[in-house]
């Protein structure tokens, strides 16, 4: 989360691998039920019934998201927000599944896994470059595709607010990166990375001057650094405002802050534009 306007920007997966790792048995029992579940759904699917697939696909996503609570979405603060992100997984979910488009691409992509050659490379196996990249040309296709269908139909409005674009394609590229990074050698490991832009290294970097601000909701001690709006609760999930009002760039008036600060504000007064916080990168 956005140390200066509280925006969802990225996912940890390390921190994510860890709390999946937290406790075997917690993970084991979610597997077992995950297989009852899906089978039944594909039961459901077999029969084409819709209704009964939607009712599986939503035991499926509460399930997970109530076994790994940490894995939802930060920006899903209160239960009417729980309740519309899993109405729209198991919507989406549903109106793949019956599509015939989805399901024959999600065929191919199974055929070009299966297809996918290896060698042995020392003690490792290690696929074959052209069979490999066949599949994740395929799936890079295939899910920009889906993002931006997804993301254009007005039924999942909700999830721009709720899991953006860029955060969730990038999440969806890193688990297939993830997935595939052991298998792969030095040379095609690189040329995946640099694909899908995960070839950037972390680095240190020191921390912004601020100062302490009291979480509105639960009274925890936060950081904000100088020039933030809002700051968000790493033990509520819930976002402070540091800043309420600002002056326009233009004539001066004082205007209301966005609850996205990130975004342009108009002036209520003259009507320009007003950018709040300026993006480091991009």
């Known amino acids: 989360m956005c140390d200066f306007c509280g925006s969802f920007t990225d996912i940890d997966f390390t921190i994510g691998m860890d709390k999946w790792n937290e406790s075997a048995l917690n993970t084991v029992g979610y597997h077992a039920r995950k297989m009852q579940i899906l089978g039944q759904a594909q039961a459901a699917l077999a029969r084409g019934d819709r209704k009964e697939y939607f009712s599986r696909q939503w035991e499926f996503w509460n399930d997970y998201y109530q076994t790994f609570p940490a894995y939802l979405p930060p920006t899903i603060d209160d239960d009417v927000k729980y309740r519309l992100y899993l109405e729209v997984c198991s919507q989406s979910s549903t109106e793949s599944a019956f599509d015939p488009k989805w399901q024959h691409y999600a065929l191919t992509q199974q055929q070009l896994q299966a297809n996918v050659q290896y060698f042995q490379n020392g003690f490792e196996r290690k696929a074959e470059s052209s069979s490999f990249f066949a599949l994740a040309d395929f799936f890079v296709k295939i899910m920009r ?138």
């Open 145 to 282: 595709e889906g993002m931006r269908s997804f993301y254009e139909d007005p039924r999942y409005d909700i999830m721009h607010e709720l899991l953006p674009e860029s955060v969730h394609l990038k999440m969806k590229m890193s688990m297939f990166v993830q997935a595939w990074l052991p298998y792969l050698t030095d040379s095609d490991a690189e040329r995946l990375l640099k694909m899908l832009a995960f070839s950037n290294e972390y680095v240190e970097t020191s921390p912004p001057p601020g100062n302490s601000v009291e979480c509105t909701s639960c009274r925890c001690s936060l950081f904000a650094p100088e020039g933030s709006y809002r700051v968000f609760c790493e033990a509520c999930r819930k976002t402070t405002a540091v800043r309420s009002s600002f002056y326009c760039m233009s004539c001066g008036a004082p205007n209301q802050v966005h609850d996205n600060p990130a975004r342009p504000v108009p002036c209520a007064n003259c009507g320009i534009a007003n950018r709040l916080i300026n993006p480091l990168l991009g």
